[in-house]
């Protein structure tokens, strides 16, 4: 499962990209890459546990 509050947008910041980039709802930016493998869970990694923006929100 992937954090909920993941999105990937094409616009931001008053800029597009070509490629869709991970966006934070809670945080409210765009996040970096390894960030996004924190999102989607990926190498073992738990948005739920490892971090600390979900953490905050869901207290």
């Known amino acids: 499962m992937t954090c909920p509050y993941l999105e990937y947008e ?3 910041d008053g800029r597009s990209f ?3 980039r991970a966006y934070c709802t809670v ?3 765009f996040v ?3 960030r996004a493998d924190v999102c ?3 190498y073992d990694l738990d948005h739920a ?3 600390e923006i979900y953490r ?3 207290r």
């Open 10 to 12: 094409r616009e931001g």
């Open 18 to 20: 070509e490629t869709a």
């Open 27 to 29: 945080a409210g930016e």
């Open 32 to 34: 970096q890459p390894m």
């Open 40 to 42: 989607n869970d990926r």
């Open 49 to 51: 546990t490892d971090c």
């Open 56 to 58: 905050e929100h869901e």
